[in-house]
């Protein structure tokens, strides 16, 4: 079954806390389709990283499930759940966690090699998708040699570079200024809607949040619409 949708019922997500339980998720649900975009906002620690960690098959739920494309993502080993995100997800995170000793070439692609792609044409596909975000004169640098705002786009082109059918955001502008967020927005916005991807993004900026098609408030533990 493939349905084009990330969809996540009865997401529960707990912590033991000293003799107590930290309940961080209460029965959460949400569905995004491809070419949907949806954000979460919330205070800081409400968990919205931990929901959007889930969502992407990153860290297991309570209780609940999420399924991507009819599969159901907690059912899965760990070597099937790779393969799925690697196939269907790209993640752009508020550290870019690029690799300091490979260039920005090299870091964009990596997601095709994982996936078996020729080291030609990962290349000539990663620098496609650099040169689509104003970088085509930063091939070589490594990320010490960029910028902050150059290093969030890097990570932006190596969340797209694979054709992913969701990509899932935390944060992504928490450590830019103001010009350089606007600049990162408008570009993965741009790419997203260009490709028909879903996009999740969970922020604390609710005029970033403004920007998705759905907004969603998390608090205490339960999601609801915004507004």
Do not use: W
């Not at 949806?38 to 399924?67: M, N």
């Not at 990320?143 to 059918?165: D, K, N, Y």
């Not at 502008?173 to 990162?184: A, M, Q, R």
């Amino acid at each position: 079954m493939n349905d084009g949708r990330i969809t996540a019922e009865g997401i529960t997500k707990d912590y033991p806390s000293g003799e107590a339980t930290l309940h961080v998720l209460r029965g959460v649900a949400l569905a995004v389709g491809r070419g949907e975009s949806v954000s979460v906002v919330g205070r800081s620690g409400a968990g919205k990283s931990t929901l959007l960690h889930i969502l992407g098959g990153l860290e297991s739920p309570t209780a609940g499930r999420v399924s991507i494309d009819g599969s159901r993502v907690f059912e899965m080993d760990d070597s099937s759940r790779s393969s799925l995100r690697n196939r269907k997800l790209g993640f752009v995170f508020q550290f870019h966690y690029l690799l300091a000793e490979f260039s920005a070439l090299e870091n964009v692609s990596l997601p095709l090699l994982i996936r078996g792609v020729l080291p030609g044409e990962a290349k000539r596909q990663a620098a496609a998708i650099l040169a689509e975000l104003g970088l085509s004169d930063r091939l070589d640098h490594r990320p010490a040699q960029l910028s902050g705002g150059e290093q969030q786009r890097v990570a932006c082109a190596r969340a797209l570079v694979h054709e992913p059918e969701f990509v899932l955001a935390d944060e992504p502008t928490g450590n830019l200024d103001s010009e350089n967020s606007k600049i990162l927005i408008d570009l993965l916005l741009g790419q997203i809607e260009k490709r028909s991807m879903g996009f999740v993004i969970v922020t604390h900026d609710e005029s970033l949040a403004a920007l998705a098609g759905k907004s969603y408030l998390l608090e205490e533990g339960v999601l609801q619409p915004a507004g």
